[in-house]
């Protein structure tokens, strides 16, 4: 009886004791859920900042270099993915040995073929994903205001190049490769406890690896791991080197291999001197810096600047980097390492593109938005962490409200310029003419303006372009050819002929150039001559379904019905769409007495 009494009695606390060692691990306290729903909301508003403003480019189509993959067999094919990784020549269109990025195309496409707005959205849903882990880096990093340095990496303009532009999917790639790698590298030096060699750095290596095939810009990584840890620590230890070393090593042999897989293709010597290199590459810098902080006047192809050692105000550029850092190392004491920090990560950052080493692009232009896709990080961080601790000195009230403002506003400013950017993506004879409305002599733009035009059924306005293009490169083959293309659809047969001929001696095998030019004799009615020119061109591309078709109208009009027909079932077997062709086959076998074969 007195055993029971004392159980009921011990009983109640007991279990009280026991709900106690509960409680903690299955519910959380109020502040810890508070916590968690702020989180989220966090997240959720960065990912619908880094999603909504590019809205527009959900709607846009291929342009330009998209045909590096809408082309390529290798993605088009099952079979392809062997070739994208052990072949990457039967790419043609594509210079670099990035085979992750074709792995992604080819992935989409048998999932929803070449519906752009697919390939969009993904680029959309990756920037998202790197926005919400730059927020990640720059709370593992403390930097003032992560939150906000997310925030302008989702809505800056100057990544809409990166982002809207499908082609671009490597900067995204390689970046999200970037991000998680710098993470997983940051949870190894932060905690020694998981020993060294651990998973954290295996990830970080493989990563970094797998950013190396995406675009092998992200080499300055292990770069980047140095200034981190001289920033944190204020120095950098020998006991440092021998775990950044392998990403050293991994880094230059992937990227001396890209290299060489580069120069074998398109061999590339430009002629700078390591003088013009330096001067270009300052000018270069302080071009992004302006760009990232004014993102006004934005181009896809931005002009060339002469540079040359006798020019006082290039070397005014290579002054003033000097003094930026000369500065901030001496005020280090006073303004901390950070400043410091950001600016050489920028820099380092953006060295693989700014011209010590030549580049294709370099041919176009020293500069594009989309090379700071990273390293605008760097800088973003430093601002808005200014910014930040200046606002926190402020008493707490109305001014503090009034720095939220315009944050808000600020935000809201990058959003709207970065949507109406990424509306310029729409299609190619609206990025050609933003192109050539920013930069009229931009290097192959009125001549793509021109194709672009000619495309869209507005051969008036192809002409003008493609004598613009003409005007500024005399010797561009496809400028005479879409010149007279333009004329045969405006029915100037004579002028287009001209112009076809002047195209055919700057390049006598042309396929392109040939057949137009048989087309313009075929409506001429000089069939003869027209069946010249169709055979050079099955003899520069004899897959091609066109010079056939051609070949079987010509010889119909010659009343040669049995080798017309010949022709017209080739053309028939290689591009069974051709209605045109269909029908003048069934005319042919009309006149041979032979309908009953249709």
């Not at 390689?174 to 020993?195: I, K, M, N, V």
Request: hydrophobic content about 50%; some cysteine; charged content about 20%.
């Amino acid at each position: 009886m007195s055993r029971r009494k004392r159980t009921r009695r011990q009983g109640p606390p007991a279990r009280r004791e026991a709900a106690k060692r509960v409680a903690p691990a299955s519910l959380p306290s109020a502040p810890e859920s508070r916590f968690a729903r702020r989180e989220t909301l966090a997240a959720l508003a960065l990912a619908v900042l880094a999603v909504g403003c590019y809205l527009p480019a959900l709607s846009a189509g291929f342009v330009w270099d998209d045909e590096a993959f809408t082309d390529a067999a290798a993605v088009r094919e099952w079979s392809g993915l062997w070739r994208i990784w052990f072949s990457p020549r039967a790419i043609e269109n594509e210079g670099h040995y990035w085979p992750l990025v074709y792995t992604s195309f080819w992935l989409e496409h048998k999932l929803w073929g070449f519906a752009p707005a697919g390939h969009h959205a993904v680029n959309v849903l990756l920037h998202a994903a790197n926005t919400l882990l730059v927020r990640r880096l720059a709370e593992r990093l403390a930097v003032p205001g992560a939150w906000l340095v997310a925030a302008v990496f989702a809505v800056h303009p100057l990544h809409v190049e990166s982002v809207a532009w499908i082609i671009e999917r490597k900067d995204l790639l390689s970046g999200l490769c970037y991000l998680g790698a710098f993470l997983a590298w940051l949870r190894f030096t932060d905690e020694p406890q998981a020993g060294r060699g651990g998973r954290h750095y295996v990830l970080a290596l493989a990563l970094f690896a797998a950013g190396m095939l995406c675009k092998s810009i992200v080499v300055t990584l292990p770069a980047a791991f140095v200034i981190v840890s001289w920033w944190k620590r204020g120095r950098v230890t020998g006991s440092d080197l021998p775990w950044v070393a392998p990403f050293f090593v991994v880094g230059a042999v992937m990227a001396a291999a890209d290299v060489s897989f580069y120069d074998a293709r398109e061999p590339l010597s430009l002629g700078y001197t390591a003088v013009e290199r330096l001067l270009i590459a300052a000018h270069a810098l302080w071009f992004y810096v302006g760009k990232l902080v004014w993102p006004g006047g934005l181009a896809v192809i931005y002009p060339h600047w002469e540079t040359g050692a006798g020019d006082p105000e290039a070397w005014g550029y290579v002054a003033a980097w000097v003094a930026v850092v000369v500065a901030l190392w001496f005020l280090r004491g006073r303004v901390g390492r950070g400043p410091l920090a950001g600016v050489l990560f920028f820099a380092v950052t953006l060295s693989p593109v700014l011209g010590f080493v030549d580049y294709g692009y370099m041919q176009f232009s020293f500069v594009a938005d989309r090379h700071q896709y990273l390293a605008g990080m760097g800088l973003m961080a430093v601002l808005v962490g200014a910014a930040v601790r200046g606002v926190e000195r402020l008493p707490a009230g109305v001014w503090r409200r009034c720095a939220a403002g315009a944050a808000a506003a600020a935000l809201a400013v990058l959003a709207v310029l970065t949507w109406r950017h990424a509306g310029i993506y729409r299609d190619e004879v609206t990025l050609f003419t933003h192109v050539v409305a920013h930069n009229p002599a931009a290097r192959g733009a009125q001549q793509n303006l021109g194709k672009a035009l000619l495309d869209g059924g507005r051969p008036e306005e192809a002409l003008a372009a493609s004598r613009a293009a003409m005007e500024q490169e005399p010797d561009d083959v496809k400028a005479h050819a879409n010149a007279g293309v333009a004329l045969i659809r405006m029915g100037r047969l004579d002028e287009a002929e001209e112009r076809l001929r002047a195209a055919l001696a700057l390049d006598p095998r042309h396929p392109i150039v040939l057949q137009n030019l048989a087309e313009s004799l075929r409506k001429q009615e000089r069939l003869d001559e027209a069946l010249g020119y169709y055979r050079a061109v099955l003899e520069a591309d004899p897959g091609n379904a066109l010079p056939h078709a051609g070949m079987g109208h010509a010889l119909f009009g010659l009343g040669r019905y049995e080798e017309a027909l010949r022709s017209l079932d080739r053309a028939l077997a290689l591009a069974p769409g051709l209605e045109s062709v269909r029908t003048m086959r069934d005319s042919a076998l009309s006149r041979l007495g032979r309908a009953g074969d249709r």
